[in-house]
Each structure stands twice: as C-alpha cells, then as structure tokens.
C-alpha cells in the first residue's frame, strides 16, 4: 500500500500544532484567583470563604494582586502568607508565561522607551523592560489579555515575549 493510500483510508486525525485552551481570557478579578488558589489547593476552602468575605466588604480600585496580597491569605500546605510576589508568580505560571522581579537599575530606559510610547504601555498595563536585535521583552499586569502584542511586534519589527 503506497504512502498516499494510506493516509487516505488512515482514521487517525491529521496532525495539528497543540494549542492548550487558556485558563481565562480578560481581565485579572480577585475572584477569580480565589477560586484558582483554593481549586488549586494553595488555600484552604475555608481560607478562600474568609478572604471572599473580606474581599466583598468594600470595592478597590487596586489591581487584584495588590489587593489579595495585603489580604494575608496562607498557604494550604506550611501557613505561610501569600505574598504579592508568591501571588504573581502563582498567576504567571497559571497564564503559562515566565515571572520576572524587575530590577529597574538593569532596565535600559532609553532602548525600551523607543519601543511603545507611556500613553500606549499605561492604558494596556504594561512595561517594556528589555530590547534585544529581535525581541522586546514586556512586562504585563494583565497577563490574559494580548490584543495589543501583534500590533508591537508590527511596529517594533520583533517579536514579544511576555512576562509577568
């Protein structure tokens, strides 16, 4: 049986690149990493009711992890506090991209300055933070939103790489 025939009379699918569903699109809510950590076993359920509770006694105008991070929720497993570092590590992993502690004595200002104008990076929530020959490395407090990254990479002539 030739090569053609058989992958005409073959009931296995055709082959496709694996693009995993993403756990939520849209904007970061503190709800919603509540309900993560606790599926998650990070926190304990009643850990996730307490913060709940405390969370929805008054509206914030904080991003959620600032938010969640004064909260002092522990840890399921050793009680320790769920720090805004931890947190955002936690949601960086969740939005499978890389977290990275900005060290704002290594950013070279004027380089990634060049690539997105203060208007555009503030109303999108992020931050340029690296510029090499073929890739802009942005910083995004809004890590399930990219509507905007094909229109950088268009304009900078690199591709992005996010990080949380």
Known sequence: MSTATHA???SAPPA???HPKPVHVGPLDWRRIVEWLSADGVITATEAQRTVSRCSAA???QHPLV???HVAMTRAADHKPLDIETLT???AKKAGLD???IDP???DVGRVADMMSAPYAERHRVLPVQVTPTELVVATSEPFINDWVAEVERQSRRSVRLVV
């Open 89 to 91: 590590e936690y949601v």
């Open 8 to 10: 005409k009379t073959s």
């Open 67 to 69: 938010r969640l991070g």
């Open 99 to 101: 977290y990275l502690r």
């Open 105 to 107: 004595l290594r950013v």
């Open 59 to 61: 509206q914030s105008a």
């Open 16 to 18: 496709r690149p694996h």
